[in-house]
């Protein structure tokens, strides 16, 4: 799942690092007593409540679930697995001499594989093409970061791109992904194997929580799906198909909201995923197909189960 809910936080929102406090507010993102909508100013503030916080590295985590199904020319569509996944994240203000104020977004994701009859996170799984038993690979994404302003890279200003219908209000954003793949060879464009995929994301709040200058965070609906490229771990040889995913969920008052599947497995094999990575994180982002090559490579570890 490659940058999940930040890769879509950027295109949603408009990111030097600041220390543990409220985000100031820039003039013109509060009118008549509510951040606004209708500058680029309140847009940045808005964004920021949806995916963080805008105090300063204050934690906040993400939780959803759903499936995944298979889709091939000339059958039935089968379901595959369930998926359940969680994203922790923390903000820290930051300002660009062109684009303005605006906020950086660190994170890290873990998406698990589930049996769908037993609930249980999958140690194996039977691919029902190739009659092979194979040993799955959870998601496990450090980091996923980026950062968001005022203005546009073309210097426009950032502008709400949401619908409000009430006192609600919803943003969607689809990414089609199509760039290099870290798997394949260096003769892609010629034979093949480039990476194509598409992630859809739905965050959904009410607008007065949204817009409440004293309020640091706003509770969010989320909805993802996913369709790529079968997963590297599923090893189907080049077969025809695709899968995808779909799935809801909320952002959480705490990360002891997450489920106990999810504490139970941050525990045993994902003990950094109970906190976010440091405002000031330099890494490049990790994607589920880098970390395949990584523990392929020897570079990472997957945790036995």
Known sequence: MK?????????LALGGVASAQTMTMPDGAVKDGVIDLTTPEGVMIANRKVQCSTIDEKPITYYWHGQAYSRRMGE?????????????RQCGAVNDAERGMGYKLVSREILLYKDSKTGEVLKTWD??????TLEVM???????????????????PGTFR???????????????LWYPNPLASDYQAEIGGTYHATEMFNFLGRVDELTDPTVDTAPIAVGWARMSDWLPWMKMNGREGIIY????????????????????????????YTAPPPVSDPRKNMTSWKYYKAVRDGEEILPER
Do not use: C
């Not at 940058?3 to 295109?11: E, G, R, S």
């Not at 799935?247 to 002891?256: R, V």
């Open 245 to 272: 995913m779909h799935t809801a969920g909320l952002k959480l008052d705490s990360f002891d909201d997450l489920s106990d599947t999810m504490k139970a497995e941050i525990a045993m094999h994902y003990p950094k």
């Open 162 to 176: 949401g619908d409000i219908m009430g006192n609600h209000f919803q943003m969607n954003s689809t990414f089609p």
């Open 3 to 11: 940058k999940l809910l930040l890769a879509a936080a950027a295109a």
């Open 138 to 156: 959870h998601v496990a994404n450090d980091p996923v970061n980026f950062t968001s302003y005022m203005n546009n890279r073309d210097g426009s």
């Open 127 to 132: 691919n029902p093409w190739t009659g092979e």
């Open 76 to 88: 039935r569509d089968k379901k595959l697995f369930d998926v359940e996944g969680m994203n922790i």
